[in-house]
C-alpha cells in the first residue's frame, strides 16, 4: 500500500538548486547537461528561495537575438520567477491545492517550492499533488459510505421486528417496498399484531396496527428522525395501548416536540429544530370489520378484492407531527372505516406519489399509481409488486430520484360474524 | 429595495425576486439539502418588502414541478407572510402554474388557496 499523503512535504522530490552567484552560461550549462531538469530553485546564502529559473523560459530567452551575448555572464536572477509558489513542508494538501489553483498555470510547469521553517528542502510536482488529492477523496468517500452503510444495519435491525410480524401475519398477502433513496432515509414503518381478550380469560389475536411515518428530510438526519419517531411510537403505545390511532399521533407530536426542544422559547439564538414527520396510523379490528385511520398530511388508498370498484383515497388531516408550527396540544381524528368484504389496503410515502418523470417530467401522482395497482387487482403478490417496480422504475427513467420510497401494501380478510 | 435573485441549481429553484418592479418568480425543483438555509434569506426578503408595500398589487408567479416535504413548509410560511400583506390591504396575485396532467402540483396549489384566502389565487394550467 502507497505512503498516506497528507502534507506538503510527502510530495517532496529532492532538487539541487543555485545561488544569484551562478551565470546564465552556467544555467545554460546545467540545463545542456540534464535534459530531464525542468527547474532549477534559486537560494540565498542562508537556504531560502529566491526564485525558480525555469528551463522552457529561460531558454526561449536565451535564444533571442543578442541575449546570450548580453546575459549569459550576467546572475541567473535574471530570468528566475521570482514569485514561485513556497510552502512549508507542513502544509495540509488540501491547502497546498487551494494554492497551487490560486497560482494559475505557471504551476503546471514550475511545480512548488517547498521549505521548513523557510529553509529549501525540495521540490513538488503538481501531478504527485493530484494523485494525492484524488486518493485523499476517495478515502473520505469510503469512509462516509462505511460509515452510512454501518448507520443502515443499525436502521434495518429496528425495522427487522416488524418486516418479521408481517411475513407471520401476512405469509402470502402482503407486500412491502422501503427504498431509502441514500442507503440510510426518513421513511420507517412498524407493524404489531394486536390483541383482545377472548370470552375464557386469554387473548387472541383481533387485528394489527401498522404505522408509516415519513420523518423530515431523507439521509442522515432524516434517519436521525426515524430513531426520535420509533422512540416516540413505542412510549406512546406504552401510555395509550394500540387500538387508538389519533391518541398515538397526538402523543408523538408532543414527544418529539419535547425531544427537539421546540417547545422552549428559552433557548434564544440557539438554532432549535423546526422538524417532524407526515405520516398515518392505521388500526385493523378483524371482528369489528373496520379499520381506524389517523393521518397527517398522508393518504391511505383502499381497494376492494371482491369487485373492480375504483380505489379509495382517504386523505389524511393537513397538520404535521412535531414541527414548530404544530402546537404542542393539537389533536389528529380517528376515520372510520367498515371493512366488510376482502380490501387491499395501500401506506404510501410521497416519495412515490411526487417522483418527478416521464416525458413531462412531473409527478408519478395518485391517479397514475392507483391505475398500477388497480391493473393487478387479482394478481398474486409477487406479480402486484414487480408491477408496481416496473411501473415506478419506467416512469423515473433517467430522472434522479427525489426522496425516500416507502410502499406497504396489506390484505384485509374480515373475519365473518 | 433591490432586486433579489438567484440561479437555479439541479435542487433549488430560479429566484427571481424582482422587489422594485413588485413581481416575484420561482421556478424549477425544490429539495436542497438545508431547506431552512436556503429559504431563510428568501423569506428575510421577503419580509423586509411587505413592511415597505403600502397598499400596492404584487405579482406572483410560482412554476415548481418538484418540492419536498421542508421545502413545502417554507413555501407556507411564504404564502403566510404574503396573506398577511394581503390582510393589510395589499392585492397578492398568485399565479400557480402546473402541468395539466400534474394534478400533484395543483391540489397543493389549492390547498394554499384554501388556506390563504385573501391571496388572488389562479391556477394556471399548462398544456405541454
Given amino acids: 500500500m502507497l505512503k498516506e ?36 530553485p534559486v537560494l540565498l546564502d542562508d537556504g531560502r528561495p529566491l526564485g525558480l529559473i525555469n528551463r522552457n523560459l529561460f531558454h526561449s530567452n536565451m535564444t533571442k537575438p543578442y541575449y546570450p551575448e548580453l546575459y549569459s555572464q550576467k546572475s541567473c536572477i535574471a530570468f528566475m520567477d521570482k514569485n514561485p509558489l513556497i510552502v512549508e513542508a507542513s502544509l495540509q494538501i488540501e491547502q497546498l491545492t487551494a494554492l497551487a489553483v490560486e497560482t494559475g498555470n505557471k504551476i503546471f510547469t514550475d511545480g512548488f517550492i517547498i521549505v521548513i521553517d523557510g529553509k529549501y528542502q525540495g521540490i513538488g510536482q503538481v501531478l ?97 428522525m426515524t430513531l426520535i419517531a420509533e422512540s416516540a411510537l413505542a412510549q406512546a403505545i406504552a401510555t395509550h395501548g394500540d387500538h387508538d390511532p389519533a391518541a398515538l399521533l397526538a402523543a408523538i407530536n408532543q414527544y418529539i416536540k419535547r425531544t427537539l426542544n421546540q417547545h422552549d422559547k428559552e433557548t434564544g439564538t440557539r438554532e432549535n429544530s423546526d422538524d417532524g414527520l407526515d405520516g398515518m396510523i392505521v388500526r385493523y379490528d378483524k371482528n369489528q370489520q373496520h379499520l381506524i385511520f389517523a393521518s397527517a398530511r398522508n393518504p391511505l388508498f383502499i381497494m376492494k378484492l371482491d369487485h373492480d370498484a375504483p380505489i379509495e383515497i382517504l386523505a389524511g388531516d393537513r397538520k ?49 399509481l392507483c391505475h398500477v395497482l388497480a391493473d393487478v387487482r ?8 414487480a408491477a408496481f417496480v416496473k411501473s415506478f422504475a419506467d416512469y423515473q427513467g433517467q430522472q434522479s430520484r427525489r426522496d425516500d420510497v416507502t410502499l406497504l401494501a396489506l390484505d384485509l380478510i374480515p373475519n365473518p360474524t | 429595495m433591490e432586486k433579489f435573485y438567484l440561479a437555479a441549481t439541479s435542487n433549488t429553484p430560479e429566484v427571481d425576486f424582482d422587489f422594485p418592479v413588485r413581481r416575484l418568480l420561482l421556478k424549477g425543483e425544490s429539495y436542497p439539502e438545508s431547506a431552512a438555509a436556503f429559504y431563510g434569506d ?37 404564502f403566510d407572510r404574503l396573506n398577511q400583506a394581503a390582510e393589510e390591504g395589499n392585492t397578492i396575485v398568485l399565479d400557480w402554474h402546473h402541468d395539466i396532467d400534474d394534478e400533484t402540483i395543483l391540489e397543493f396549489g389549492l390547498e394554499l388557496a384554501e388556506d390563504f384566502p385573501s391571496i388572488d389565487f389562479n391556477a394556471q394550467a399548462i398544456e405541454s
Fill in chain 1, 5 to 40: 499523503i497528507r502534507f506538503a512535504g510527502d510530495l517532496l522530490i529532492e532538487a539541487s538548486a543555485i545561488t544569484p552567484e551562478f551565470k546564465n552560461e552556467d544555467v545554460l550549462a546545467l540545463f545542456s547537461q540534464k535534459s530531464s531538469l525542468q527547474n532549477l
Fill in chain 2, 42 to 78: 428568501i423569506l428575510a426578503k421577503t419580509d423586509q418588502f411587505i413592511g415597505e408595500l403600502a397598499r400596492e398589487t404584487v405579482q406572483v408567479s410560482v412554476q415548481l414541478n418538484y418540492f419536498n416535504s421542508s421545502s413545502t413548509k417554507m413555501l407556507f410560511s411564504l
Fill in chain 1, 128 to 224: 504527485d499533488l493530484m494523485h494525492a488529492m484524488t486518493e485523499l477523496q476517495a478515502r473520505q468517500h469510503r469512509q462516509l459510505i462505511e460509515s452510512i452503510e454501518y448507520a443502515s444495519v443499525i436502521q434495518q435491525s429496528i425495522l427487522n421486528p416488524s418486516r418479521m410480524a408481517l411475513d407471520a401475519y401476512f405469509p402470502d398477502n402482503h407486500w412491502l417496498i422501503w427504498a431509502p433513496r441514500d442507503v440510510v432515509g426518513g421513511d420507517i414503518f412498524h407493524f404489531i399484531p394486536t390483541n383482545a381478550a377472548a370470552k375464557d380469560g386469554t387473548t387472541e389475536n383481533d387485528g394489527f396496527l401498522a404505522v408509516l411515518f415519513d420523518c423530515t428530510g431523507h439521509g442522515v438526519p432524516g434517519a436521525f
Fill in chain 1, 320 to 368: 404535521g407531527v412535531g414541527y414548530a408550527s404544530t402546537p404542542m396540544n393539537a389533536t389528529w381524528q380517528n376515520h372510520l372505516v367498515p371493512i366488510h368484504q376482502p380490501s387491499r389496503i395501500f401506506l404510501v410515502t410521497d416519495g412515490v406519489i411526487d417522483q418527478v418523470g416521464g416525458v413531462k417530467k412531473i409527478a408519478f401522482g395518485k391517479r397514475r
Fill in chain 1, 378 to 385: 387479482h394478481a398474486d403478490v409477487p406479480t402486484q409488486q
